[in-house]
């Protein structure tokens, strides 16, 4: 028992003597404090003090210095001239909140009074060393490095505007590049002058999206000598800047962003927000001449149809007579020398097939009178007069040729010589022909023998569906697919409006519809309306039918009067007036839609 308590005590022993120490000091009771940084402003910020603003916040940040157990910080902005020493400041202010707050937010008026009462003139930029100190009475810390900030006392000054219009988007805003009685009209909210002896004025600026309007492309003063806040400006006029700024190219689209820029004086501010502004130069192009419908009056002049995946390029489908002067391209619908600023465009004599502006000659000698599709390459200085592409046809499985050109157009290309599958032409950018097609498979529109091989604007064009039924396409297009049963169809395509091409398919039949009828005026689809019309091809058809006082007309489809013909005097018309029938009796009637005629012939 007693080895046993000695070892016990030896071993408390050893522990005892091989263990450290811990000394406390009772005397120390400070405490510690983290660093901190600035957030806000930046280094070398340089803000000039606006006099028509007086009330708009500036804001001085920063983030918390960490506190060591119980005792939190209060911060203070010290601020010294450049040239002098923070251990002499020039401004000593506490933060927010009586110094709690990691912010030290000013009016514009309460700093310029504080740079004021330290003998700073009006107008005149101050360049400052500044930091944040943080205490909690033992310990004081201040941001590292101190920060440079550059700032102007209150002199001349505007007060925030807005932009009203244009209003800013990425759509397009399509202008004539060589009108000079189109405008654009730009405005803005008025700004008031901090210094009413000093009123403001106006600059409007542009630069491409994404630019720095410190070097815009091109400036505007606005309307009264900068003083009003509205400027109207020219189509032409901002062509013209656009060319000149390196935007030569009238096809493509700018994409451009401005904005106003406000002075008083020697004060300067911008609009609070920029605003897109995308333009399309849209170069109209149109076709005159003796050989043309037109004849020679710029009035009457065709527009031709822009060749979208082309910019710059124009076509039209055109019936010329030839030897009558021939034809040229215009610009505008007015000859040069006009208020329009119009040019035109003719054969470099001696060149077929080059075009030129100055000095040129008519464009003749292209072939025999017949339909043409005439284009011009306004980029490349390049026209074309086809009789080969002067025609349009359906191609591809579900019609008779199926997908091989060359065997659409045969023979004789003069209307109504076509094949089943060529369209008679209807007048100028217009189609219309009868193509048996089958049921469940697809095709399109082709004006030519062979498939497009992405080469000149010269080849073949090939037409589909567009973004919706009845919108036709030329690029990105899809086939055009065959619904309802295998049977013949009449199909046109239409580029009269030469902006919304289009396109219909409807069934190959002709009724009549209407009192003098015995069907009356019901042309719903369950309404027997007989007898239909027969088809004799070329455009053709004729019925032997009763007929009693009234009036009629011509529908193609059961239950819809979209496509209607009525008309007078032997001539129809879409939508024409309604036929009359004064003695009851026994008809035949004929109509010829290629043609654009109907008899009515009592037996």
Same mark, same amino acid.
């Given at each position: 028992? +007693?080895?046993?308590?000695?070892?016990?005590l030896?071993?408390?022993?050893?522990?005892?003597? *091989?263990?450290?120490?811990?000394?406390?000091?009772?005397? !120390?009771?400070?405490?510690?404090?983290?660093?901190?940084?600035?957030a806000?402003?930046?280094?070398?910020?340089?803000?000039?003090?606006?006099s028509?603003?007086?009330?708009?916040?500036?804001?001085?940040? @920063?983030?918390?210095? +960490?506190?060591?157990?119980?005792?939190?910080? &209060?911060?203070?902005?010290?601020?010294?001239?450049?040239?002098?020493s923070?251990?002499?400041?020039?401004?000593?202010?506490?933060?927010?909140?009586?110094g709690?707050?990691?912010?030290?937010?000013?009016?514009?008026?309460?700093?310029?009074?504080?740079? +004021?009462?330290?003998?700073?003139?009006?107008?005149?930029?101050?360049?400052?060393?500044?930091?944040?100190?943080?205490?909690?009475?033992?310990?004081?810390?201040?941001?590292?490095?101190?920060?440079?900030?550059a700032?102007?006392?209150?002199?001349?000054?505007?007060?925030?505007?807005?932009?009203?219009?244009?209003?800013? !988007?990425?759509?397009?805003?399509?202008i004539?590049?060589?009108?000079t009685?189109?405008?654009?009209?730009?405005?803005?909210?008025?700004?008031?002058?901090?210094?009413?002896?000093?009123?403001?004025?106006?600059?409007?600026?542009?630069?491409? +999206?994404?630019?720095?309007?410190?070097?815009?492309?091109?400036?505007?003063t606005?309307?009264?000598?900068?003083?009003?806040?509205?400027?109207?400006?020219?189509?032409?006029?901002? !062509?013209?800047?656009? &060319?000149? /700024?390196?935007? /030569?190219?009238?096809?493509t689209?700018?994409?451009?962003?401005?904005?106003v820029?406000?002075?008083?004086?020697?004060?300067?501010?911008?609009?609070?927000?920029?605003?897109?502004?995308?333009?399309?130069?849209?170069?109209?192009?149109?076709?005159?001449?003796?050989?043309?419908?037109? $004849? @020679?009056?710029?009035?009457?002049?065709?527009?031709?149809?822009?060749?979208?995946?082309?910019?710059?390029?124009?076509?039209?489908?055109?019936?010329?007579?030839?030897?009558?002067?021939?034809l040229?391209?215009?610009?505008?619908?007015?000859?040069?020398?006009? $208020?329009l600023?119009?040019s035109? @465009?003719?054969?470099?004599?001696?060149s077929?097939?080059?075009?030129?502006?100055?000095?040129?000659?008519?464009?003749?000698?292209?072939?025999?009178?017949?339909?043409?599709?005439?284009? %011009?390459?306004?980029?490349?200085?390049?026209?074309?007069?086809?009789?080969?592409h002067?025609?349009?046809?359906?191609?591809?499985?579900?019609?008779?040729?199926?997908?091989?050109?060359?065997?659409?157009?045969?023979?004789?290309?003069t209307?109504?010589?076509?094949? $089943?599958?060529?369209?008679?032409?209807?007048?100028?950018?217009? %189609?219309?022909?009868?193509?048996?097609?089958?049921?469940?498979?697809?095709?399109? %529109?082709?004006?030519?023998?062979? @498939?497009?091989?992405?080469?000149?604007?010269?080849?073949?064009?090939?037409y589909?569906?567009?973004?919706?039924?009845g919108?036709?396409?030329?690029?990105?297009?899809?086939?055009?697919?065959?619904?309802?049963?295998?049977?013949?169809?009449?199909?046109?395509?239409?580029?009269?409006?030469?902006?919304?091409?289009?396109?219909?398919?409807?069934?190959?039949?002709?009724?009549?519809?209407?009192?003098?009828? /015995? *069907? *009356?005026?019901?042309?719903? /689809?369950?309404?027997?309306?007989?007898p239909?019309? &027969?088809?004799?091809?070329?455009?053709?058809?004729?019925?032997?039918?009763?007929?009693?006082?009234?009036?009629?007309? %011509?529908?193609?489809?059961?239950?819809?009067?979209?496509?209607?013909?009525?008309? $007078?005097?032997?001539?129809?018309?879409?939508?024409?007036?309604?036929?009359?029938?004064?003695?009851?009796?026994?008809?035949?009637?004929?109509?010829?839609?290629?043609?654009?005629?109907?008899t009515?012939?009592?037996?």
């Amino acid at each position: 028992m +007693k080895n046993k308590i000695l070892y016990t005590l030896l071993a408390i022993v050893a522990i005892a003597f *091989g263990c450290k120490k811990t000394e406390f000091d009772e005397m !120390s009771k400070g405490e510690a404090l983290g660093t901190f940084t600035v957030a806000a402003p930046v280094n070398n910020t340089m803000w000039v003090l606006n006099s028509a603003t007086p009330n708009a916040k500036v804001v001085f940040s @920063w983030s918390a210095a +960490k506190p060591g157990v119980n005792t939190m910080p &209060t911060y203070k902005f010290v601020a010294a001239l450049k040239t002098g020493s923070l251990t002499s400041p020039l401004l000593e202010i506490p933060s927010d909140n009586n110094g709690t707050s990691t912010t030290l937010t000013f009016t514009q008026k309460q700093l310029d009074d504080a740079l +004021k009462a330290k003998s700073i003139g009006d107008g005149i930029k101050v360049d400052l060393i500044w930091v944040v100190k943080a205490t909690n009475g033992d310990m004081t810390v201040s941001t590292s490095p101190a920060l440079n900030i550059a700032i102007t006392r209150m002199g001349d000054g505007v007060s925030n505007f807005l932009l009203y219009g244009p209003v800013s !988007s990425n759509t397009p805003v399509v202008i004539n590049p060589n009108s000079t009685t189109d405008f654009m009209n730009f405005k803005w909210q008025k700004s008031f002058p901090g210094v009413t002896t000093n009123p403001t004025k106006y600059q409007i600026k542009f630069v491409a +999206k994404g630019g720095n309007f410190a070097t815009p492309l091109f400036t505007y003063t606005s309307n009264n000598s900068g003083l009003d806040s509205a400027l109207a400006v020219g189509y032409k006029d901002i !062509s013209d800047k656009l &060319t000149a /700024a390196g935007y /030569a190219d009238q096809a493509t689209p700018v994409a451009l962003q401005w904005t106003v820029e406000a002075t008083s004086g020697t004060f300067k501010k911008t609009a609070d927000y920029v605003n897109d502004l995308v333009i399309t130069r849209e170069v109209k192009m149109f076709l005159v001449g003796g050989d043309t419908p037109a $004849s @020679w009056t710029a009035e009457n002049a065709l527009q031709m149809i822009p060749d979208a995946s082309n910019p710059g390029t124009f076509y039209i489908y055109v019936k010329l007579n030839a030897g009558n002067g021939g034809l040229k391209f215009l610009n505008q619908q007015q000859w040069p020398g006009g $208020s329009l600023n119009s040019s035109d @465009w003719g054969m470099k004599p001696g060149s077929p097939g080059d075009a030129v502006v100055d000095n040129e000659v008519n464009i003749e000698n292209y072939g025999a009178s017949g339909v043409y599709r005439v284009t %011009f390459d306004q980029k490349n200085l390049k026209y074309y007069v086809q009789a080969d592409h002067g025609m349009m046809g359906a191609v591809g499985g579900a019609t008779p040729a199926g997908w091989n050109p060359p065997t659409v157009f045969t023979g004789s290309t003069t209307a109504p010589a076509y094949p $089943s599958q060529g369209l008679n032409f209807m007048g100028t950018n217009k %189609f219309l022909g009868f193509v048996t097609l089958a049921s469940g498979q697809e095709w399109k %529109f082709i004006d030519g023998d062979a @498939w497009p091989s992405g080469g000149p604007v010269s080849q073949t064009r090939d037409y589909g569906k567009g973004s919706a039924e009845g919108v036709l396409a030329e690029s990105n297009e899809a086939n055009i697919a065959t619904t309802g049963a295998t049977g013949l169809r009449r199909i046109i395509w239409d580029g009269t409006d030469i902006k919304n091409l289009k396109y219909s398919v409807t069934d190959g039949t002709v009724f009549l519809v209407g009192n003098a009828t /015995a *069907g *009356g005026w019901d042309n719903s /689809a369950g309404n027997a309306l007989l007898p239909a019309m &027969t088809y004799s091809g070329n455009g053709k058809w004729t019925v032997t039918t009763n007929l009693t006082v009234g009036e009629f007309k %011509f529908i193609v489809t059961k239950g819809s009067w979209e496509y209607n013909y009525g008309g $007078s005097a032997g001539v129809i018309s879409e939508g024409g007036a309604n036929l009359a029938i004064t003695v009851n009796g026994n008809y035949t009637i004929k109509l010829d839609e290629y043609n654009r005629t109907y008899t009515v012939t009592k037996n």
